[in-house]
């Protein structure tokens, strides 16, 4: 297991699951710590995928979990 520093995609990947083990266990300060980092970074976990699994619904309602969602939010398209 390497870190994002030295491998982008499985780094994300492992950052993601361990944010979702956190917030699957209850460690919801943890979770949100590890979503914060990773929301940063590209491969990260997507708004989609962050507004629709179920595997987040612990973290939801929380002011820093949409927070984080937002930031994910699609842009709109400039016409």
Known sequence: MLPVAKDAMKGVVLITNL???????????????????????PFGPSYGHLRLDSEWDSLRGDPRFEKIVASLAPKPANK
């Open 19 to 41: 944010a979702r083990i956190y917030a699957l266990t209850g460690e919801k300060d943890l979770a949100l710590k590890q979503l914060d980092i990773v929301s940063k970074i």
